[in-house]
């Protein structure tokens, strides 16, 4: 849960949150998922059974949401309050941050996802639909000439509706520039009595290029106004504020080069989705002896046409990437130095730290088994361990076959173990195993469980060859490796243990060609 309100360690306890101020409820105040006051429905759960034993292993509550909530400032940080659903006949106990050992401290594992800086690309739509509108001509279509033309001439005037395709941007596209360019080349040679102001408007509706003339919008569906109905920018029908303007000067002559109007304003409506994208309505503010024509989509020169030009912010997520290749190195590494023990039915209480070999099997009605680590502290949960072999030198019943083959399996120790008092019984000073023999996990998570991480077999009418056996040990490495597990190293028997002892060379053979190896192959 949420605890409702800071606390302070140096005094918190079931009736206080902090010095002299107590709890409104004794036990802690908190908010539950939904918000309710002392609420019910947790953030996070986890089941133990109460058939289920501590096996000294981290367990994990999936608090997302309630981090997220700390993260993003809707709620003040005052921590994670936890409690059992039902609090009766049903204590547990985990090592807290002062239980002194690192491996075992509580533990808060986030994954975050940085937001990649935005990339800018620059965009130009070439392929305009245009069409004149002429006060002179007001029902003919002028659908294909090749220029576009605003502003006032012989008592007439002339304007433009210009559309270009935005479908491929969509509500998440930031546009930061949007500038529309026209390319100037008439009157030639001529100045014009009064300057012409370009003004740009949003078309109040859609129009069809096949029918829009200076009267209509479509076949049959007239203007509401003669000459165009248009929004201005803030939202006035026929209104004078233009989304955007440009100023030819009435002395300057056309220079046949283009000519930008920023539309980043209009564009950005289009593109949010905040308004159909009905184009461009392009008209002179004062419509008098000004006239100038530019080029339009029909004019056949492409460096002439008009074009809208677009500059926008994309993540980088969005942007496919080539990936950068990287050679995988293979190492290799093979660890020696294995602490291992010998465990001995017939002499239960007995540690066999020192002996000069390791047993499995079974002979004479007793069973032997052992118990064997190495160091992995060296590797991380960034090592991906390709191959783990476990090399075991055999060497006795020296020239003799045995009655039975022997399966020699890997387990998972299912706590720490320690070699100086380990054996048949205890696996540390005054501590026992649950079961004679050892406590293990198998490949699927059981207790006590029938199937090993890995196996090899030797047939009963082999006879020890004085050569290194290797056991593929490697998902149980990279359990331990990842920290999925801790490492507890390996519990080695036989699967059936009657009639096919058999024995191996251990860390304490005094000859480093013969003793235990752990061979890895890995890329870091």
Not at 76 to 87: D, F, P, S
Request: charge should be negative.
């Amino acid at each position: 849960y949420r605890p409702a309100s800071s606390w302070n360690t140096s005094y918190v306890s079931w009736n206080k949150r902090d010095k002299n101020v107590a709890w409104k409820n004794a036990g802690g105040d908190w908010y539950d998922k939904k918000g309710v006051l002392q609420g019910s429905t947790p953030y996070a759960t986890i089941t133990f059974k109460g058939s289920t034993l501590p096996d000294n292993r981290y367990y994990e509550l999936d608090v997302t949401e309630l981090v997220k909530e700390y993260v993003t400032g809707k709620y003040e940080n005052t921590g994670i309050l936890i409690k059992t659903r039902t609090e009766n006949n049903n204590y547990i106990a985990f090592y807290s941050n002062e239980g002194g050992i690192e491996t075992q401290k509580p533990k808060l594992n986030i994954t975050t996802k940085e937001t990649p800086a935005p990339i800018i690309i620059n965009e130009t739509i070439n392929e305009a639909i245009d069409n004149r509108l002429r006060e002179a001509s007001p029902d003919s279509v002028y659908q294909d000439s090749a220029f576009i033309d605003v502003g006032g001439m012989n008592d007439a005037r002339y304007r433009d509706v210009i559309w270009f395709d935005l479908d491929e941007f969509n509500d998440t596209t930031e546009v930061t520039d949007s500038t529309l360019s026209l390319y100037w080349y008439y009157p030639a040679g001529n100045e014009r009595p009064d300057d012409t102001v370009i003004e740009v408007y949003r078309p109040a509706s859609e129009w069809n290029s096949s029918y829009v003339n200076w009267n209509k919008k479509d076949k049959n569906v007239a203007w509401k106004n003669a000459g165009g109905d248009w929004y201005d920018k803030n939202g006035i029908t026929q209104g004078d504020t233009p989304y955007a303007s440009i100023a030819l000067k009435g002395s300057e002559l056309p220079d046949n080069k283009y000519h930008e109007i920023d539309v980043t304003e209009l564009v950005n409506e289009y593109v949010s989705g905040k308004y159909e994208n009905t184009g461009f309505l392009i008209k002179a503010r004062n419509e008098n002896n000004n006239y100038i024509a530019f080029y339009s989509n029909e004019c056949g020169k492409e460096t002439q046409k008009p074009s809208l030009n677009i500059t926008k912010k994309v993540s980088s997520e969005n942007i496919p990437v080539v990936p950068e290749i990287i050679e995988k190195i293979t190492l290799n590494a093979t660890l020696t130095g294995a602490i291992d023990n010998r465990l001995r039915e017939a002499s239960p209480d007995a540690v066999y730290q020192d002996s000069t070999f390791i047993d499995v099997g079974g002979m004479n009605n007793a069973v032997y088994r052992d118990i064997m680590w190495f160091d992995l502290n060296e590797f991380n949960n960034a090592t991906e361990v390709t191959s783990a072999n476990l090399s075991l030198y055999w060497y006795y019943p020296a020239e003799n076959s045995r009655l039975n083959d022997t399966v020699i399996e890997v387990y998972k120790p299912a706590s720490s173990w320690n070699s100086s008092y380990v054996s048949w019984n205890n696996r540390d000073k005054n501590v026992a195993w649950k079961n004679p023999g050892g406590d293990w996990y198998d490949k699927n998570g059981v207790s006590q469980g029938d199937t090993p991480y890995a196996s090899i077999t030797l047939k009963g009418s082999e006879l020890p060859d004085n050569k290194y056996h290797e056991i593929d040990v490697t998902e149980l490495v990279n359990e331990y490796v990842s920290g999925n597990y801790a490492n507890t190293g390996f519990l080695i028997k036989a699967r059936d243990e009657n009639n096919n002892y058999v024995a191996f060379y251990s860390n304490n053979c005094g000859n480093e060609t013969q003793v235990p190896k752990l061979q890895l192959e890995y890329i870091n």
